[in-house]
C-alpha cells in the first residue's frame, strides 16, 4: 500500500501534467488554471522531471484522454 504522501505526489504530478497539457505547455496559462504562481509551477516541473518532448508516460497517457 502507498504512503498517503505518495498518493498526494502522485496526484500533484498528474494534475500539473494535465494542466500543461490543456493550456500547451505555457507555464503562466497552466499555473493561473491551477491556483499557483509561475514560480511554483516552475519548481514543481522540476522536482517532478515533467518534460514536454518525449513526454514520459504520465503525458502521454494524460495527452491520450484529454485530446
Partial sequence: MDSLRTKVTEIEKEEITRALIESNWIM???ARKLGITERMIGYKIKKYGIRKEGGGREARELS???G
Fill in 28 to 30: 503562466a496559462r497552466a
Fill in 64 to 66: 491520450s484522454t484529454i
